[in-house]
């Protein structure tokens, strides 16, 4: 019987959520949906020094924006729960306790000032074949003084014990055939002084009882692969074993290293998701969804960073990423992010939107800005006009925010040089005609046979007239913006400009 596919997204809440956090829950989400199978959250919070007060929250809120909404999760319960590493602490010691027990593990009793010391003593220490039998350990240490260690509670970490000259050998489902050789990997805590498990252990125990079949993760764990896969082995759990995607990095713009906040940063472009605020420095990091991405957009330029369906197809809906999605697909090498390609799926995605879909986003961001756009029919008509010249949600309000409110100041070095009374005597003249006009095309129409009977080319009296209406030489068909304006407020502006004009 095939095993039913059951993935997890199992982030830390330690602070912002990065883009190459959100692609792998779209992988995991793509691969659930296609295979009628169950996407999971697992908050992985057992490193509590790093654990971040509403970190929680906001995963599950930039899952949501993006419209992978898990089946299971801390608030979505379901009969594998708990959904949090912490709250399953009781259920890893005996797993800790068993590999002790048949050898694969053991007692560590190093002080962390012991292990400090020895870091300094020994460039680039690590605990492991080579260095484990000089430490205070199970394994150094007679049975009667471990058993009196353990008897007065001395806190301890409990160690995987690597063994020696063996080749791990796995099939990732995008890398092929994977090896390892143990003596290259040192003793890993699984299990830390305060009881709480590392990763590594806990990783292994919840895939396993969360009967998970396939593990999307980071190219980054690929060197922790071999001690998981031990651990699997270890507690004889192998023919259980989960299938291994480890995804390509996502790589700074010009290829060098995985992309980090700092890059973003320092380039001038989002890495998180969503807006983070730092609980404790008050820092806000910005967010693609506050920069004005749609998150149609944002989860297709996710979905083809390291991922196409094998033609030129770049713009897919969620629907159609299900349908085509293949592990086969993903490429093994790191994938560039390039923030001006990002723009241009949002673009697009503003472009082939209806103005209702984009009505709620595009309203919030004039509010934001304290701009009252009035009745929701005007502000479609708006959004229909300008959106093809918008590539961020943000960018409706400097390409229409002039509907709404009469331009404060002029682009007057644009008119002035040129500026005569004959072109205000015709705009005088036009004001008259702008009330009789029902369409962009009639308007235009009049515009072009007064200019010819006052002596002018249509084209010396556009520039004038948009700036009148604008402020400034931006925005879609100047007839179009008149006619959205309406004649009265048309008019009046009209008239404002030609006090600036200074007529």
């Given at each position: 019987?095939?095993?039913?596919v ?19 829950a779209l ?36 899952l ?28 890893y ?12 593990a053991?007692?560590?009793f190093?002080t ?28 150094t ?23 020696a ?16 050789d ?24 919840d895939?396993?009882a ?22 699997w ?39 998180y ?29 996710l979905a ?32 560039k ?10 673009h ?7 103005a ?27 959004i229909d ?17 002039y ?49 010819a ?7 010396e ?43």
């Amino acid at each position: 019987m095939e095993k039913k596919v059951r993935v997890r997204f199992a982030p830390s809440p330690t602070g912002g959520l990065h883009l190459g956090g959100v692609r792998t829950a779209l992988f995991n989400y793509l691969f659930a949906r296609q295979h009628n199978g169950t996407f999971i959250l697992r908050v992985e919070d057992t490193d509590q020094t790093r654990f971040v007060a509403g970190a929680e929250e906001y995963i599950v809120s930039c899952l949501e924006w993006c419209g992978m909404m898990p089946d299971e999760s801390p608030q979505n319960g379901g009969s594998f729960g708990p959904y949090r590493q912490s709250e399953r602490k009781a259920t890893y010691k005996q797993y800790a306790d068993q590999l002790i027990a048949d050898g694969y593990a053991y007692y560590a009793f190093d002080t962390p000032e012991e292990l400090e010391a020895k870091r300094k003593e020994v460039p680039n220490f690590t605990y492991g074949q080579a260095t484990r039998a000089g430490m205070r350990n199970s394994l150094t240490l007679p049975e009667s003084e471990v058993a009196a260690l353990l008897a007065s509670q001395t806190p301890y970490a409990v160690r995987i014990k690597m063994p020696a000259d063996e080749l791990v050998s796995f099939t990732d489902l995008i890398r092929g055939h994977v090896s390892f050789d143990t003596n290259l990997v040192d003793d890993k805590v699984l299990l830390k002084a305060d009881g709480m498990p590392t990763y590594h252990l806990a990783v292994v125990a919840d895939d396993r009882a969360m009967e998970i079949s396939h593990i999307f993760r980071g190219e980054e764990w690929l060197p922790s692969a071999p001690i998981h896969i031990l651990l699997w082995r270890y507690l004889g759990w192998a023919d259980e074993m989960p299938q291994w995607i480890h995804l390509p990095l996502i790589l700074k713009p010009d290829g060098n290293g995985k992309l980090s906040k700092r890059d973003g940063d320092r380039l001038g472009f989002p890495v998180y998701a969503q807006n983070w605020t730092d609980p404790k420095t008050g820092d806000l990091t910005q967010g693609f969804k506050e920069l004005g991405f749609m998150p149609e957009a944002f989860v297709n330029l996710l979905a083809m960073l390291g991922w196409n369906d094998g033609t030129d197809q770049e713009l897919f809906t969620m629907t159609e990423l299900i349908n085509k999605f293949s592990v086969e697909r993903i490429s093994k090498a790191g994938a560039k992010f390039d923030f001006e390609k990002a723009k241009w799926y949002n673009h697009e995605w503003i472009k082939g939107a209806d103005a209702g879909t984009l009505l709620p986003a595009v309203k919030a961001v004039f509010a934001r800005q304290g701009i009252t756009t009035g009745d929701d029919a005007g502000l479609e008509k708006v959004i229909d006009l300008i959106k093809d010249r918008c590539s961020l949600l943000t960018d409706f309000v400097q390409q229409g925010g002039y509907f709404f409110n009469v331009p404060a100041a002029y682009d007057l070095d644009a008119v002035k040089p040129k500026w005569t009374a004959e072109k205000a005597t015709f705009f005088k003249a036009y004001s008259e005609l702008i009330s009789d006009a029902a369409s962009p095309a009639e308007l235009e129409e009049k515009f072009k046979d007064l200019a010819a009977s006052h002596g002018f080319k249509p084209g010396e009296l556009m520039l004038p007239f948009r700036i009148m209406l604008v402020g400034g030489k931006f925005g879609p068909g100047v007839f179009e913006i008149a006619i959205a304006l309406g004649a009265l407020e048309s008019i009046q502006r009209i008239d404002k400009a030609m006090v600036a004009f200074g007529e």
